[in-house]
């Protein structure tokens, strides 16, 4: 692994569904964030960590849970998906949470 | 509330320069950064500022006024590849990210 892994690449899932979005990181960094990113709208932080432990919400983060049990991992869960979470997902990390981010290459998640 | 504007889309052709701005309103302000993503990718970091002036890397320069609340992103020698989206961030007062919905930039040959 070399710098940001996140899984599925794409999804399709039927609303009322629970799904859960991976993200892991190999550079050791104590920052990690999700964003969601729509048409015709800059990217909208969902939820964030500034280091193992310890999780906040950001500017949209109804609907969506995180954990950080260890520094490599931070999943994204959707308890229960509505239309209205569709969109990419993009998994992020910064060595803290004053540095300079580095993206995954995304999830597109389309919820039916 | 906080805002960062910048144009949806420019073209400009193969070889040329381009110039694209980005004006912000933000609670606080701790750095603008551009970030480049290409069609279905990840963005990518392009450049930071926190300084008043220019910061130069290669083809790519990039400008701020923090008293203005304006920066913008040069481009020189375009290539195709940089047919993209340039998307500029500006860091507020609690060190969140706050994005613009970024500027397609379409290069013609």
């Known amino acids: 692994i070399a710098g940001i892994t996140q899984a599925p690449t794409s999804q399709i899932l039927a609303a009322g569904r629970r799904m859960t979005l991976r993200c892991t990181q190999d550079?050791?960094?104590?920052?990690m964030y999700w964003y969601r990113q729509d048409l015709g709208l800059g990217l909208r932080l969902i939820h964030y960590?500034?280091?193992?432990?310890?999780?906040g919400k950001g500017e949209v983060p109804d609907g969506y849970s995180v954990s950080r049990a260890n520094t490599d991992d931070f999943p994204l869960t959707l308890a229960s998906a509505v239309p209205s979470q569709t969109s990419v997902y993009f998994c992020?990390?910064?060595?803290?949470?004053?540095?300079?981010?580095?993206f995954g290459p995304g999830t597109r998640l389309t919820v039916l | 509330g906080q805002n960062i504007d910048q144009p949806t889309e420019m073209t400009a052709t193969e070889g040329a320069i381009v110039q694209i701005n980005c004006t912000y309103q933000?609670?606080?302000?701790?750095?603008l950064f551009w970030y480049q993503q290409h069609a279905g990718e990840a963005p990518t970091f392009l450049s930071y500022?926190?300084l008043d002036g220019l910061e130069e890397k290669g083809r790519f320069s990039s400008f701020l006024s923090r008293s203005k609340g304006y920066s913008y992103l040069l481009l020189k020698e375009l290539q195709m590849k940089d047919s993209a989206s340039y998307l500029c961030?500006?860091?507020?007062?609690?060190?969140?990210?706050?994005w613009g919905a970024g500027t397609k930039l379409i290069i013609k040959p």
């Open positions: 550079m050791r960094h104590n920052a």
């Open positions: 500022n926190v």
């Open positions: 961030a500006v860091r507020d007062q609690d060190y969140q990210l706050i």
């Open positions: 933000t609670s606080g302000f701790n750095g």
């Open positions: 960590s500034n280091t193992a432990g310890t999780t």
């Open positions: 992020a990390s910064s060595d803290s949470g004053t540095d300079t981010q580095y």
